[in-house]
């Protein structure tokens, strides 16, 4: 004879299936943010979700860790608390780094890698690199061939001032069939794109405050303002405005220090 429980069961058995696999789904977005940040991918904290309850274990070198942590976990939707049972130890020691690059690390790499490429693909050195990009643990090396010093050593620039970048190993060769060539740039390139591409290089460069710079551009000519920290950061900014693909002249009377 069939009842009502036994009605019942099955869409409890549902219900159960679909809690636990959101709870999962929320225990690995917490713990990837973890991974990503290079704050706590290398602490062994860990995490276990429970009807929106997130709950932190592990060992932290000092107290803002341990509430990045807890913010973290806040921020997943469907996380209504957090309990924090991570322990700071002052004299905590990090887990022996392994030859194998965590999940991270690989990310940021290959974050690094699209970056650099882009830079340089928006340079007006585009058309005179085959350069190679490859990052690990945000050492990078450049490969391949250009056909001047000055393009080699802006490549390695554009590299070195890019965020989360250690050491740049340049092995870019310098070949001699095109040295000395001109840098051609297909006709004028739009203002819009050049105001764009300027913006993402400051903005993807660690030595330049790019959110402090606007940027304007007409018939090719950059115009730069705001104020900056020092005078090496003028002129990074100024250098790196200047060989943006397209770009005519930079103006610089307006960005001060």
């Given at each position: 004879m069939f009842n009502q429980n036994q009605k019942l069961q099955p869409i409890a058995a549902a219900a159960i299936t679909s809690r636990e696999v959101i709870e999962a789904r929320q225990e690995s977005q917490i713990w990837t943010t973890f991974a990503l940040s290079p704050?706590?991918?290398t602490t062994d904290v860990a995490v276990s979700v429970r009807e929106g309850k997130a709950t932190l274990t592990g060992n932290v070198a000092d107290g803002v860790n341990k509430d990045l942590a807890k913010q973290i976990a806040l921020s997943v939707e469907g996380i209504k608390s957090v309990e924090n049972n991570i322990e700071v130890q002052a004299n905590y020691v990090a887990p022996v780094q392994s030859?194998?690059?965590?999940?991270?690390?690989?990310?940021?790499?290959?974050t690094i890698t699209s970056t650099v490429k882009s830079k340089m693909i928006w340079s007006r050195y585009a058309d005179r690199l085959s350069a190679n990009v490859d990052t690990t643990r945000g050492r990078v090396i450049l490969a391949g061939t250009t056909d001047s010093e000055e393009a080699r050593d802006f490549a390695g620039k554009l590299a070195t001032s890019t965020h989360g970048v250690r050491s740049v190993d340049n092995q870019l060769v310098i070949t001699s069939a095109k040295a000395g060539s001109p840098v051609t740039e297909g006709g004028d390139i739009a203002d819009g794109w050049i105001t764009t591409k300027v913006k993402s290089t400051f903005m993807f460069s660690s030595n330049v405050p790019g959110s402090d710079i606007s940027v304007s551009t007409h018939s090719g000519i950059v115009k730069l303002s705001g104020k900056m920290g020092n005078g090496a950061e003028r002129a990074l900014a100024i250098e790196l405005a200047g060989n943006v693909r397209g770009v005519k002249s930079?103006?610089?009377?307006?960005?001060s220090m």
């Open positions: 704050y706590l991918r030859e194998k690059r965590s999940f991270g690390e690989m990310i940021e790499d290959a930079v103006d610089s009377s307006s960005l």
